[in-house]
């Protein structure tokens, strides 16, 4: 592979080095123009100011992240972060993005009943659908890893995210994330992803260090831990998935600590070696 048509970089990735206009440019300068935007650092400067910053570099949006977060009991909450949704939505719509990351939410304070934070959470995905649907936005199911399950995401397998779609009846306007970095544990993983045939809508890639010391943010870079990601991959591309392959790295003691150019510059070169 000789170009990096298909690369994208997720801002996760430089998120402590780079704001979303130096993202854009640092990306562009060295030859990535597809770029996964964190919604915190798109409000530092607003949709307009990004929309032609993106267009002056010819960057194209692979998803914004995130929306979702909808296991509250609390009906304010709920509420809150249905309408938080719906932003997300319309700004993924003004930058033509390919799809907003969905993130399920966790555990409502206090609570054990996880069966009623799936249910709360797909009650929340019933009524955003008409909504996405109507915007042309595909929501993208992420599932992940059940480490986080209690805070983050009760969405924990690819098998639950198949299930959802089909519980819920949903056409294009719902999707699936798949991160190696949260599914390549899964035993169920390759007739999931065989199920998921169709539904696919971003690839995301990393590695699990063998030496983690942060299950969530002490990711490696490809080709530095124990994660296939090219049998992830061509699993993923048998389905006729053909879009990006977009890393996102999330890394307090390593890749946050560095240039971000040397970042961009690593990834680019796994890239080149067929890691991914």
């Not at 998803?63 to 304010?76: Q, R």
């Not at 397998?157 to 294009?172: C, F, K, M, R, S």
């Not at 719902?174 to 390549?184: E, P, T």
């Amino acid at each position: 592979m000789s170009d990096f048509s298909r690369l994208a970089i997720n801002q996760y990735t430089t998120l402590h080095q780079w704001s979303l206009p130096q993202a854009i440019e640092g990306y562009a300068r060295n030859g990535v123009h597809a770029i996964g935007i964190v919604r915190d650092k798109l409000q530092e400067v607003g949709v307009a100011e990004a929309k032609r910053l993106l267009r002056a570099h010819d960057m194209t949006v692979t998803c914004v992240c995130i929306g979702g977060l909808l296991t509250a009991s609390d009906d304010y909450r709920f509420r809150a972060n249905l309408e938080s949704t719906r932003r997300v939505i319309d700004e993924a719509a003004e930058l033509d993005a390919e799809c907003v990351v969905f993130v399920a939410g966790g555990l409502p304070e206090e609570s054990r009943d996880l069966p009623a934070a799936r249910a709360r959470c797909l009650e929340g995905l019933a009524e955003i659908l008409p909504y996405a649907k109507s915007t042309g936005v595909t929501l993208g199911l992420e599932p992940l890893h059940p480490m986080i399950c209690a805070f983050r995401s009760c969405l924990s397998t690819l098998g639950q995210a198949n299930d959802w779609i089909e519980v819920l009846g949903a056409g294009p306007e719902l999707g699936i994330v798949v991160d190696v970095y949260h599914v390549w544990w899964d035993p169920d993983m390759e007739r999931e992803i065989e199920r998921a045939a169709g539904r696919i809508v971003s690839f995301h890639v990393c590695d699990w260090l063998l030496d983690t010391t942060d299950l969530r943010l002490d990711r490696g870079m490809m080709g530095d831990g124990v994660i296939d990601i090219r049998r992830i991959r061509d699993l993923v591309e048998a389905t006729g998935y053909d879009g990006y392959r977009e890393v996102e790295i999330f890394s307090e003691r390593d890749w946050w600590q560095r240039d971000p150019d040397e970042v961009v510059a690593i990834a680019k070169a796994r890239y080149l070696s067929d890691v991914i």
